[in-house]
């Protein structure tokens, strides 16, 4: 018995948009995580590389030999050299934090859009389920009602 059509949600097609729109930046947002992960990585090694370059200078100046100025000089631009690395690794490190806290923002937003109209849909096909029961009952009543007038004829 069939009191009316099956339901059709006629945003399907902006639904499945935004729900690609989301997918797309969640994956997004996983590989602006990984870009992030990995300046991270280079960035402590240029740590630990700048730390044992210290070390070493450190440890040639203290010594009791002599040290000629020429490789004095060419220490010091070899740290300022690793020191210079370990400036822009911080930069490109603080780029995709930023990177990060922007792909976060948009699979928020995508994500709102998509559930809202997630949640309409719902609220329609309640709405819609309702009112199928509403008129399934109103032919059942008529059927008991026809079925008790001829029995009662």
């Known amino acids: 018995m069939s009191t009316g059509s099956s339901f059709r949600f006629r945003l399907e097609r902006v639904r499945a948009l935004r729900q690609r729109r989301e997918d797309l930046a969640r994956q997004e947002l996983a590989r602006a995580v990984s870009r992030l992960t990995g300046s991270q990585h280079r960035l402590d090694a240029v740590d630990a590389h700048l730390e044992r370059v210290l070390a070493d200078q450190r440890l040639a100046t203290s010594a009791a030999s002599t040290v000629d100025a020429d490789e004095l000089r060419a220490r010091q631009a070899f740290v300022e050299h690793v020191e ?18 922007l792909r976060d923002s948009e699979l928020g937003h995508a994500a709102r859009e998509h ?4 949640r309409l849909k719902e609220r329609q096909r309640d709405q819609h389920d309702r009112e199928t029961g509403r008129r399934e009952g109103i032919v059942l009543d008529e059927i008991a009602l026809d079925r008790f007038r001829r029995s009662a004829a």
């Open 84 to 101: 210079a690395q370990r400036t822009s690794g911080a930069r490109e490190l603080q780029q995709r934090e930023a990177d990060v806290a």
């Open 115 to 118: 559930h809202m109209l997630e």
